[in-house]
């Protein structure tokens, strides 16, 4: 990434693939960015949250490195997203807490939930908390 913040380099490579619209049916970033001519965070955090990571675009994109360009949306894009959910999740403390310690805290919760119902754990079994415990395992 060659800007400074990841709001920065974003705005640098949407404005790129707006020219271009290579991509334009790939998924619902590139309809929504096309109504734009000029991006303001929001509407970065806003495409940021639209993409779901498939880097369908990038495998596609003639303009990734070596090109100068060094286009990289997924990427660049993800952080984005992930500055966004730290910055707009409340209660403030538990996002920063939690994308420095995400798996601990996880397991944590899921240790008390354990606890406080008495079940066994059957990560593979279990409906309710398996999407948790499959992280954590
Ligand atoms: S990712 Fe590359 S190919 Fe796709 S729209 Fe952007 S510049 Fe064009
Ligand atoms: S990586 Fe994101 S922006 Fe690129 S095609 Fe997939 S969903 Fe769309």
Request: net charge neutral; proline share 4%; glycine share 6%.
């Amino acid at each position: 990434m060659s800007l400074d913040t990841p709001l920065s380099e974003a705005r640098r490579q949407i404005e790129i693939c707006n020219a271009c619209r290579y991509c334009e049916g790939f998924c619902s970033v590139f309809p929504a960015m096309t109504r734009e001519k000029s991006f303001a965070d929001g509407d970065l955090t806003h495409l940021a949250n639209l993409c779901h990571n498939c880097r369908g675009c990038y495998y596609s994109c003639q303009y990734t490195e070596p090109h100068e360009f060094a286009l990289n949306i997924p990427a660049v894009l993800a952080e984005v997203r992930q500055d966004s959910w730290e910055r707009l999740v409340g209660p403030q403390v538990f996002a920063k807490a939690f994308h420095r310690s995400g798996v601990a805290i996880a397991g944590g919760a899921c240790d008390r939930l354990r606890a406080a119902d008495g079940s066994d754990c059957i990560p593979a079994a279990c409906e309710r908390r398996g999407v948790l415990c499959r992280a954590i395992a």
